[in-house]
Nanobody, 121 residues
Framework: QVQLVEPGGGPVQAGGSLRLPCVTS????????MCWFRQAPGKERVVVAT???????HYVASVKGRFTISEDNAKNTLYLQMNSLKPEDTAMYYC???????????????WGRGTQVTVSS
């Protein structure tokens, strides 16, 4: 099993930037799929960015061009670089790992505990 910890997060003003790290540990090897999900108060949890072990990425339309998902294998860390932040980006952010493909099925995922990002206008 893979363990994930998101030590970042915090308050930020609209228009600002924040980089979320997700430190991973445990045994995993390709193929795998890493994701960032977010859940805003009163809303469903949704995936915002995906990174496959082959290097391909995918973003939800609302963050495309503003967010970048990446990984540093030497540091066992996944990142989410968030630029031009908006109040509607306020949410709890979770990183996940999935062995194999990107099904996004919660049962198949290893989850971090999440970190809160609050964007003020």
């Amino acid at each position: 099993q893979v363990q994930l910890v998101e030590p970042g997060g915090g308050p930020v003003q609209a228009g600002g930037s924040l980089r979320l790290p997700c430190v991973t540990s445990g045994n995993f090897s390709a193929p795998y799929c890493m994701c960032w999900f977010r859940q805003a108060p009163g809303k469903e949890r949704v995936v915002v960015a995906t990174l496959k072990s082959d290097g391909s990425t995918h973003y939800v339309a609302s963050v495309k061009g503003r967010f970048t998902i990446s990984e540093d294998n030497a540091k066992n860390t996944l990142y989410l670089q968030m630029n031009s932040l908006k109040p509607e980006d306020t949410a709890m952010y979770y990183c996940t790992h999935e062995t194999g493909g990107c099904t996004g099925i919660p049962y198949n995922l290893d989850w971090g505990r999440g970190t809160q990002v609050t964007v003020s206008s």
